[in-house]
T-cell receptor
Framework: DTGVSQNPRHKITKRGQNVTFRCDPI?????LYWYRQTLGQGPEFLTY????????KSRLLSDRFSAERPKGSFSTLEIQRTEQGDSAMYLC???????????FGQGTRLTVV | KQEVTQIPAALSVPEGENLVLNCSFT??????LQWFRQDPGKGLTSLLL?????REQTSGRLNASLDKSSGRSTLYIAASQPGDSATYLC?????????????FGQGTELSVKP
C-alpha cells in the first residue's frame, strides 16, 4: 500500500454539472476525512468518517455536497449542480483508529467553467 | 473557536541559512500539532507530529516544538536547501478521537535560493 489515493487528479466541468471524486485510504485506516483547499489558503475540514459512519459535517458542506463511505473502505464525494465557487483542491486524508497522525492524498483539482 | 495563524506568509532565504517558521493558535486546548509540506499543485506530506504529551519532535534537519501554554509552535529548518522550497502548513488537532480532523493555518511559502 503506497498511501492515500485520490482520483481523478484533475477535473474540469461546466457549471451546473455533477462531479464525483474517489478516495482510497491507507488499507488499515478506519478514519477518513475530506478537506477543501482554495488558492493561497490552508485546507478546510469538510467531513469525517469512522468506518462507514459519517460522524461530522462542516457547515461548509452545503446540501449540494454528499459524501459516502460504503463498507468502510473507499469514499466518494459528490458535488451536484457545480458552481464556480466550488473550484478548489479537494483533499482526502486517513488515520488509524489508535493514532492521531493524518496522511493525505495528492488531491483532486476541480475547475468549474 | 480555534484559529491557527502562520507567520510569515512568505519567506525567501539564501541556501544554507537556518530558519524558523512560526505557528500560533488561539485555544490552548489543542491536543496535537502536525507540520506538513505542500509542493505546488500537490497534496500534503506529513513532516512532524507532536502528540499531546510531547513538546518537540526531530526528523533530520527539521525540528518542531510545541508550547501549549503560549499557544505557539515553531518549525526549525537547518542548513536550508533549494529542495526545501515549498509551502509549509501547521495544523492542530483538538482530540484523540478525531485525530485527522485538523485546523490549518494559511501556510508559509518558503523559497530557498541557490
Amino acid at each position: 500500500d503506497t498511501g492515500v489515493s485520490q482520483n481523478p487528479r484533475h477535473k474540469i466541468t461546466k457549471r451546473g454539472q455533477n462531479v464525483t471524486f474517489r478516495c482510497d485510504p491507507i488499507s488499515e485506516h478506519n478514519r477518513l476525512y475530506w478537506y477543501r483547499q482554495t488558492l493561497g489558503q490552508g485546507p478546510e475540514f469538510l467531513t469525517y468518517f469512522q468506518n462507514e459512519a459519517q460522524l461530522e459535517k462542516s457547515r461548509l458542506l452545503s446540501d449540494r455536497f454528499s459524501a459516502e463511505r460504503p463498507k468502510g473502505s473507499f469514499s466518494t464525494l459528490e458535488i451536484q449542480r457545480t458552481e464556480q465557487g466550488d473550484s478548489a483542491m479537494y483533499l482526502c486524508a486517513s488515520s488509524h483508529r489508535d493514532e492521531v497522525e493524518a496522511f493525505f492524498g495528492q488531491g483532486t483539482r476541480l475547475t468549474v467553467v | 473557536k480555534q484559529e491557527v495563524t502562520q507567520i510569515p506568509a512568505a519567506l525567501s532565504v539564501p541556501e544554507g541559512e537556518n530558519l524558523v517558521l512560526n505557528c500560533s493558535f488561539t485555544d490552548s486546548a489543542i491536543y496535537n500539532l502536525q507540520w506538513f509540506r505542500q509542493d505546488p499543485g500537490k497534496g500534503l506530506t506529513s513532516l512532524l507530529l507532536i502528540q499531546s504529551s510531547q513538546r518537540e519532535q526531530t526528523s533530520g534537519r527539521l525540528n518542531a516544538s510545541l508550547d501549549k501554554s503560549s499557544g505557539r509552535s515553531t518549525l526549525y529548518i537547518a542548513a536550508s536547501q533549494p529542495g526545501d522550497s515549498a509551502t509549509y502548513l501547521c495544523a492542530g488537532g483538538e482530540s484523540y478521537n478525531q485525530g485527522g480532523k485538523l485546523i490549518f493555518g494559511q501556510g508559509t511559502e518558503l523559497s530557498v535560493k541557490p
